[in-house]
């Protein structure tokens, strides 16, 4: 998969080089591109911001560069990227949106800074190609990068290869199939006593059924408790007699 970022701060994507995604990397399974949006300036402070029509405070992104940006980034490609925008104002990306994306050939994301992006780039680019505008939650940061971080994170570590072992992602908080909605419960490992704490016996017991049973309702207990909006929205037809119990 390819994604290209353009940003005016390139140095933020250092940790793309860490880790699962630059292992990813490594390996050529993700074609990661970081483009500096001033390189598409033409004034001697390379300028990329400018007052609010309106007025206001802050500063808004000119679109004149980020044309520039985009239209190189894209070229004449017969297959053109999904533009990707984050903005606390946009649809909410979720494991549903990563799952989506992962399955795309090619993403390029659009970090703005300020107060955003000219809102006549996203118009522009939608007559041509996919836009999302996606906030990754209900909060403001100072810019864009942090969420592209997040989102290339969540999206890398869904396509083939990346993880170690494929059922990971589908045991996951959110991941649809047999837990479908179920946040994921405890987890455990050696030594079976630490300062007094034990783990569960069950655990221990090597009775798969009984673990599987023991997962799922400390799943539910878990949304119940940390998601209740999550809990009510659970499928009543994947929920069995024992889940009701619990
Ligand atoms: N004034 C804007 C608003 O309230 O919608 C916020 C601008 S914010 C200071 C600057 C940039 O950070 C945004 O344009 C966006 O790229 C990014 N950003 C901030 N919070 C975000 C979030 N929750 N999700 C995605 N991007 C975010």
New binding site residues.
């Given amino acids: 998969m390819r994604m290209d970022i353009i940003t005016i701060f390139p140095e933020y994507f250092a940790p793309l080089d860490v880790s699962l995604i630059g292992k990813a990397r490594a390996k050529g399974l993700l074609d990661i591109r970081v483009h500096q949006l001033r390189d598409w300036t033409h004034d001697v402070h390379r300028t990329v911001d400018d007052t609010p029509y309106g007025g206001g405070p802050?500063m808004v992104m000119k679109p004149e560069p980020w044309g520039e940006a985009l239209d190189a980034v894209i070229g004449d490609a017969a297959t053109p990227p999904r533009l990707v925008?984050?903005?606390?104002?946009?649809r909410p990306f979720t494991q549903e949106t990563a799952l989506a994306y992962a399955k795309e050939p090619w993403l390029l994301f659009a970090?703005?800074?300020?107060?955003?992006?000219d809102a006549r780039v996203m118009a522009e680019y939608g007559d041509r190609l996919r836009v999302d505008e996606?906030?990754?939650?209900?909060?403001?940061?100072?810019?864009?990068e942090a969420?592209v971080l997040v989102m290339v994170e969540a999206v890398g570590r869904l396509l083939p290869g990346v993880l170690g072992n494929v059922h990971s992602a589908a045991d996951d908080s959110f991941a649809p199939g047999a837990m479908s909605g179920l946040l994921e419960g405890p987890v455990y490992t050696k030594p079976p006593v630490w300062r007094g704490h034990e783990v569960p016996p069950v655990l221990l017991s090597g009775n798969h059924g009984a673990i599987a049973r023991w997962r799922r309702d400390e799943a539910l207990r878990r949304t119940v408790a940390n998601r209740p909006e999550l809990a009510a929205r659970l499928d009543p037809d994947v929920l069995d007699k024992r889940d009701h119990e619990v």
């Fill in positions: 802050g925008v984050p903005t606390p104002s946009g970090p703005a800074r300020y107060e955003g992006i996606v906030g990754i939650g209900d909060y403001v940061l100072a810019g864009g969420a």
